[in-house]
């Protein structure tokens, strides 16, 4: 395959062109790496290299003007801003740079196009005048500044352009107006250089009238790469900018049209390829490189070409091993890298310069990889001390001063770096952020972890940092943190990452705007869907769709003709061409594929092969695990059946054997974070404690109202003490933890009116325990080793001389739930019966020890059902029975024993393994 710059290159030397004097005018720097390249392979003895430069490279060599950031030509738009807006309508730059893009984008088409802008700007205040919303014969004063800001565009454009030209510095656009200006000087002065322009498509008007005038003088060739096929059709848009030039310049009525070539209707092998999302697409490129790979295919010759940049760090990882040389042209995002994620946390967590930090905006800065090894000691890691103090001190909001109380000297520097207040305070922002960066490198340097690749992502964020306190301090227009985060996410989003390669061998990895000029016989793109290639219609700017069209300036069709131009072009010399696209519907783009597939099928020139691809996702058998019982584990049971079973571990068992190993085995306890809001169990915790404090004291008395009236009255006082222990630091004098405080006092205040009641309506209640603690050996044929049952008991009393056992339940219960019929279902459904068996457990180890004498009634008091009272355990004969038996005898515990024991045996018998349940 011949390349379009070799057939350049020949064509020049059969003009017995000398080479070396040639100025080379490029699309892109990248184009020139290729000429280069492939001069040797037309030469015949050595040479010094030609001029070669980009077309920005030269426009900015005929203007004379420094090219400036497009950072500081926000600060230097907003000197113009405020010079002539009044000190009291003037806005901050933090809301001056969320317009002021825009007004530059517009700027920078206006003299890319070398529209008059004093035409176009009064042309635009005309429309906004005749357009405003209100009928109303007086204009109010927000239409009014509405229309004055129309009105000042001019001005701030002519004040704008004006300082840069004095000081020889432009944006873009500006510098291809004087570049155009300057062009009949140029040409005076450089009467014997010869320029030969290479793989332009879309020109804007001053690139238009260089390359024209420098043609018309004699001083340049231009070669063009469009095929017949684009050109001749009319309506094709891949033609739509050579078609444009071919027959309106002047150049082109006496001289040849250079070239029209006939290479995109030779044979070609298309695959357009559907994958479900980015990392699915960037799989398959692996894929089809690892293919190509093993057919000993040469990579020099294949490229993969990017329709979305933030594929290139999945396509890189899915290379395979066995392809070692690549060449990455497109530069990796800087946003991407995982620092930049660091110092999201902290703008984030500063901009608002908050007086107290909210924990788990704690927690994210102090485990972020870059931070977390900054607090590393030798046997511990300050970072994790600090996560499990906030855990276990429920602290929802901590100040700098509460952090470092919890680590030592030297670390309290790095807290106070991460959460020293930025007081809003753009300098005192950038200062932390840079010693930041210095204290990461320090320290990785020291513990000799520091790689290449880490180094690389310091040292472009110190240098964007430095950036950003040269912009501060020569412009002092920063003044929150707020409009510092604008500019930094500003100058993010424009850096890139480079990576070293040789340019000219290997892989070729590369975006679409790097693919021009250049040609390879096996082509992948990905992201060809609609939205992305092309892009599709995006406005932004402040000039109207049909003002554009009034003066010439490019709408999103003529951007929308541009991909298609590369896209097309990419395919005219490949033989293999891949086309991926994403079938996946996202939010905003993805999902459909795009026009450029369709138009290929409606061509009829190629037979495209279509395919949708998916991910082998094998059909995995859901295996419900079941754990043997080895020597370690029937060690662990015997330890623990000496210890006790409690009604809680039991009835864990019986809803999942599997919970009870990992509970009570393995010692595995269930990870508790920070309680934001009160939790259920904290709640419940909150109320037994309560109620142990009131009714404790009156164990083995008879309960008075005089008693109850004074808990009334000590209800709030105690459930705070209580709140304050259990939740640690934890705030509830506010929002949902305020309600749930509430709902604790309401509880045990309803709980106390309801036993008012009963005394009132002449029942009597003696207090016989609470909250009692006991155990009971058991002996069970089968076991070699005794079993003691444990539990704490939360009451115990007489009701008119019927003793009670009584279970206190925060939540809510049903009678239902404390009745059974077939005693075999007890340890098999935990759904049903589970509140079952724990009130017969207490009841079964309060007899044996001798605390209650049978006949007794156990049961629960539910909270959240106090109208249903003392909800009794009940034996009935049948689930349709309407008569129980809720009097709890000695046939009663004896029938409950019989299942107790057969569930330790269970438990602790070898040869039934622990085999998990399948839950809802």
């Not at 003009?15 to 040639?22: P, R, S, V, W, Y």
């Not at 010399?573 to 450029?596: H, M, W």
């Not at 008395?701 to 630091?729: C, D, N, P, Q, R």
Request: include cysteine; hydrophobic fraction near 35%.
């Amino acid at each position: 395959m011949e390349s379009f710059i070799q057939t350049v290159l020949v064509n020049l030397k059969k003009k017995n062109l000398n080479l070396e004097d040639l100025h080379f005018i490029l699309p892109s720097k990248r184009a020139g790496t290729f000429l280069k390249h492939q001069l040797s392979s037309v030469l015949n003895q050595p040479i010094f290299s030609p001029h070669i430069l980009s077309i920005e490279e030269f426009v900015e060599e005929l203007s004379g003007l420094k090219s400036l950031p497009n950072s500081e030509l926000l600060f230097k738009l907003y000197e113009a801003y405020k010079s002539l807006t009044n000190k009291s309508e003037t806005e901050s730059f933090e809301l001056f740079s969320k317009w002021a893009q825009i007004l530059l984008q517009d700027f920078n088409e206006i003299d890319r196009y070398l529209v008059e802008h004093e035409k176009i700007f009064d042309y635009l205040s005309a429309i906004k005048e005749l357009d405003h919303w209100s009928l109303e014969s007086q204009q109010t004063d927000l239409i009014k500044n509405h229309l004055k800001f129309w009105r000042k565009l001019k001005d701030y454009y002519l004040v704008f352009t004006e300082k840069l030209l004095k000081s020889k510095q432009g944006y873009q656009g500006l510098i291809y107006r004087e570049a155009a200006n300057n062009l009949e000087y140029y040409i005076e002065n450089n009467t014997n250089r010869k320029h030969i322009f290479l793989g332009f498509n879309a020109l804007n008007e001053s690139e238009s009238r260089i390359i024209q005038g420098l043609l018309q003088s004699d001083l340049a060739n231009i070669y063009w790469d469009i095929d017949e096929t684009f050109i001749e059709d009319n309506i094709h848009d891949a033609g739509l900018f050579t078609r444009q030039h071919k027959n309106n310049w002047n150049y082109f009525k006496k001289n040849p049209f250079n070239w029209i070539t006939t290479h995109y209707n030779e044979k070609k092998n298309i695959k357009a390829v559907g994958i479900p999302k980015l990392i699915g697409q960037a799989k398959y490129i692996g894929q089809i490189l690892d293919k190509l790979s093993k057919n000993n295919a040469k990579l020099t010759n294949v490229a993969v070409v990017l329709g979305e940049e933030n594929l290139l760090i999945p396509v890189i990882n899915s290379i395979p091993k066995t392809i070692t040389d690549i060449n990455v042209t497109m530069g990796s995002p800087l946003r991407f890298v995982p620092l930049a994620s660091l110092f999201e946390l902290l703008f984030s967590t500063h901009k608002n310069n908050p007086e107290k930090y909210y924990y788990k905006d704690v927690v994210d800065i102090i485990s972020h990889p870059s931070i977390y090894g900054l607090f590393q000691l030798e046997s511990t890691n300050y970072s994790t001390d600090i996560v499990n103090h906030i855990q276990k001190n429920n602290l929802i909001y901590l100040t700098p001063s509460n952090l470092k109380g919890l680590v030592d000297e030297p670390n309290q520097n790095i807290i106070g770096l991460l959460f020293n207040s930025w007081k809003d305070n753009p300098k005192t922002a950038l200062e932390n952020c840079s010693q930041l960066i210095l204290a990461i490198k320090d320290n990785l340097t020291k513990n000799k972890r520091l790689n290449n690749l880490e180094l690389e992502y310091l040292y472009r964020f110190n240098t964007l940092f430095n950036q950003l306190s040269e912009l501060n301090s020569n412009y002092k227009y920063l003044d929150s943190v707020n409009a510092l985060y604008g500019i930094y996410k500003e100058l993010l989003n424009t850096e890139t990452l480079d990576f070293q390669g040789e340019p000219l061998e290997g892989l070729q990895i590369m975006g679409m705007l790097e693919s021009r000029v250049l040609d390879f016989e096996t082509v992948i793109i990905s992201s060809v869907n609609e939205g992305i290639l092309p892009s599709g219609k995006t406005n932004n700017s402040f000039i109207p769709f049909d003002v554009k069209i009034e003066n010439n300036l490019p709408t999103f069709k003529e951007k929308d003709a541009v991909y298609t131009y590369h896209f097309y072009r990419l395919l005219q010399r490949a033989k293999n061409v891949y086309i991926l696209y994403n079938t996946e519907v996202d939010a905003l783009k993805g999902g459909e594929k795009s026009r450029f597939i369709t138009q290929l099928e409606v061509e009829g020139i190629h037979d495209i092969e279509h395919s949708i691809i998916s991910p082998e996702v094998p059909a995995i058998e859901k295996k419900l695990k079941q754990i043997t019982k080895t020597n370690s584990v029937q060690e662990k049971l015997k330890q623990l059946s000496s210890k006790g079973f409690s009604p809680s571990s039991l009835t864990n068992y019986i809803r999942n054997p599997i919970d009870f190993y990992y509970e009570k085995i393995l010692g595995i306890k269930e990870f508790e974070d920070v309680e934001e809001n009160i939790a259920a169990n904290t709640l419940g915790s909150v109320i037994h404690d309560t109620l142990e404090d009131f009714y404790k004291p009156l164990e083995g008395e008879f309960l008075t109202v005089e008693h109850l009236s004074t808990f009334k009255t000590k209800t709030k006082a105690t459930v705070t003490k209580h709140f304050k222990i259990l939740y640690k630091e934890g705030d509830f004098s506010k929002g949902k933890n305020l309600i749930i405080f509430e709902i604790a006092q309401r509880y045990i205040s309803n709980f106390i009116n309801s036993e008012i009641k009963n005394l009132n309506n002449g029942n009597q209640i003696k207090i016989i325990a609470i909250e009692t603690e006991e155990d009971v050996e058991l002996k069970i044929d089968g076991l070699d080793f005794s079993i003691k049952l444990t539990g704490k008991v939360d009451r115990i009393d007489q009701f008119n001389g019927v003793t009670r056992v009584i279970d206190y339940k925060s939540g809510k219960v049903e009678q239902n739930k404390v009745e059974i019929v077939d005693w075999n279902d007890l340890t098999t459904d935990y759904e049903k019966y589970s509140k079952s068996f724990q009130i017969l457990c207490y009841a079964y180890m309060m007899h044996r020890k001798n605390k209650i004498h049978l006949p007794i009634e156990a049961g629960i008091v539910s909270f959240k059902n106090l109208n249903a009272g003392f909800l009794k355990f009940g034996k009935k004969e049948s689930a349709y029975s309407r008569t129980k038996i809720q009097i709890i005898t000695e046939e009663t515990l004896a029938n409950f024993e019989i299942e107790l024991k057969k569930l330790i045996l269970e438990i602790c018998n070898p040869n039934i393994d622990f085999v998990e349940k399948e839950l809802d």
